[in-house]
Structure formats: structure tokens, C-alpha cells
């Protein structure tokens, strides 16, 4: 499996009398890409910085092509199962490398769907893994589309805001989540999607003018094609290079509910959470469960 937008394998070493074997990959320099489009305070000795638009969709278009290569030019459709901001390792050119296959899984070509126990990262999981009914490379894309929306916000998906302050002895009743997704659907549909684009980039986009906001409409259309709840309207990531290549028209996303489940969002906001969402999904804007709110405001 060689692909150049995959980190490359060079070996592995093992330890004599049946001790630890370690897998040898390439040294890439730039880190991850979350030190790259994600806020954060210095940390010594890793790199980091604020990725510009322009390669912020190179990098997009790079992870596409990965999956694309891992999915249907392989002798089996390869699963990366774990698809985040911290597996995309960024090249001294910013060419971005997959990375981290501890979680992928074959599936055949006469496959459909395969059932393995529930695996990746909370925040990038498609919404099948709860229902048990098995996942597909369609669960890689929507975790795919999760990324790309922070790529253009340069910010999590899910974020924790405490409503009743720091002195409120229940914290898991006192937290508000802001979902991203959902403010991304709204900024689209009133044709304020400009709106949505990481604010350290806003001067680089606009002075884009017309070209640039019909880039970043695109990259958010795709994105919100990749996470549709039904797996069957999810584009292929062929479709996806298609489309971020300008090859494929990109038409309006279908609309949906986008339920989300508490044991999907993000490790570092969430300390609590119930193991299933609550049937509460009335609200166009705000999703209630049983210890939190998704918002999209």
C-alpha cells in the first residue's frame, strides 16, 4: 500500500525474547495538523502555526486523495476507521500525510458493510456506530467531513460552554455544546457562509474576493454532503476529489436533522455523558439530550 499522500512505512524493529515489535515510519516534520488550524498556546519544540486558505485546501484535496487511493484502488477497500486533525501529518511542504492505521479494518469488494466493535475518536464517529448495523467507507467519509469543517473554521466541532458558571456543583447539567455543523447549515442557507471561515484567515479570503468565496461555499457544501446521516447520501471519496477539483458540480446539501449523540463529541469537553441520545430532536437549531444541549448558536 503505497500512496504519496500516505505516511510511508520504512520498517519495524523488535525487542529479542518475544519482547515489544515497533513499527518504523517516516519523520515528518511539520507535526500534526491540528497544530496547524487549531488555536492553542506554544508548545516547545512542535511545530505549529496558523495554516493559510490556500493550503489549508491543498491539504483538504491531499486527505481526499489518500482515502480515495485506500478505499477503491486497493486489492481490498482498506477502513482508516480514524479519521482527525491529529493523523494528518503536514510534510515540510505542507503536503499532508495519513497517518496512524492502528484502527483500520479490510473490507472486501463484494462488501457492503462490515460489524467490528466501535473504534476512532469521539467527534469524528458517524452515527451507525451506535446503531449497530455495521459501517462502510462511508463512515470514513463522514468523519472526513468533520475535519473539513474544522479546516475551515479553525475550530472544534464540539465545544463545551458552561452556562451557570464556575461555582455550579453540577457541572454535566451546567454545560452548553455549540455544534459547528449546524452553524455551518444555517450560514449556508441565508448565503453567509463567509461567516463560518476561520477568523485569523478572514483578510486572506476576502482580499480572494469572488473566487475565494465560491471555494469556501464548496469546501462547506462538500463537507456537509460527507456527514449526512444516511450513509447512502454520503458522496465516495472518489466524488469528493471530483468535486474539490472543480470536475464535479457540487450541489446544494440535502437537509437533515444532524442528530448527535453525546458519546460522539470530543474528548477534551466532555466528562460526562449518557451512552445514548435521548429522542428529543424537535428543535431545528438546538438538539436536547439527556445531560447536555448541541447548539447551533
Known amino acids: 500500500v503505497q500512496h504519496v499522500n500516505l505516511v510511508r512505512l520504512l520498517g519495524y524493529c523488535s525487542v529479542p525474547t518475544s519482547g515489544p515489535r515497533f513499527l518504523v515510519y517516516e519523520y515528518v516534520v511539520n507535526g500534526s495538523l491540528d497544530n496547524w488550524i487549531f488555536p492553542r498556546r506554544k508548545i516547545r519544540d512542535r511545530p505549529s502555526g496558523c495554516l493559510s486558505w490556500d493550503l489549508r ?45 492502528g484502527l483500520s479494518k479490510l473490507m472486501g469488494k463484494d462488501e457492503s458493510r462490515v460489524v467490528t466493535t466501535i473504534r476512532g475518536t469521539r467527534g469524528y464517529l458517524a452515527p451507525e456506530w451506535l446503531l449497530e448495523n455495521g459501517i462502510s467507507e462511508k463512515s470514513d467519509v463522514y468523519s472526513y467531513g468533520m475535519v473539513l469543517l474544522e479546516l475551515i473554521g479553525g475550530r472544534r466541532n464540539i465545544r463545551a460552554v458552561d452556562q451557570h458558571g464556575k461555582n455550579n456543583p453540577d457541572k454535566s447539567k451546567a454545560k452548553k455544546f455549540i455544534y459547528f455543523p449546524k452553524i455551518v447549515s444555517e450560514k449556508l442557507a441565508q448565503e453567509k457562509i463567509m461567516d463560518v471561515v476561520d477568523e485569523r484567515l478572514v483578510d486572506e479570503v476576502v482580499a480572494g474576493g469572488e473566487v475565494a468565496e465560491i ?40 437537509q437533515t436533522t444532524m442528530p448527535i449523540a453525546d458519546p460522539l ?27 447536555s444541549v448541541l447548539s447551533g448558536r
Not at 430532536?281 to 439527556?290: A, E, I, M, V, W
Request: hydrophobic share 40%; proline share 6%.
Open 57 to 101: 485546501c491543498r491539504v483538504a484535496l491531499d486527505v481526499a486523495k489518500a482515502l480515495s487511493y485506500m478505499h477503491h484502488d486497493c486489492r481490498s477497500c482498506i477502513l482508516h476507521l480514524d479519521i482527525k486533525p491529529e493523523n494528518i501529518l503536514l510534510d515540510e511542504n505542507h503536503r499532508a500525510l495519513l497517518s496512524d492505521f
Open 215 to 254: 471555494q469556501v461555499k464548496r469546501l462547506a457544501c462538500v463537507a456537509l454532503w460527507c456527514i449526512q446521516e444516511r450513509p447512502r447520501l454520503r458522496p465516495t471519496m472518489a466524488r469528493v476529489v471530483e468535486m474539490l477539483e472543480g470536475r464535479l458540480p457540487v450541489e446544494a446539501p440535502a
Open 265 to 291: 463529541a470530543n474528548d477534551e469537553d466532555l466528562d460526562h455523558h449518557p451512552r445514548q441520545p435521548t429522542a428529543n430532536l424537535s428543535s431545528d437549531s438546538t438538539y436536547s439530550f439527556t445531560m
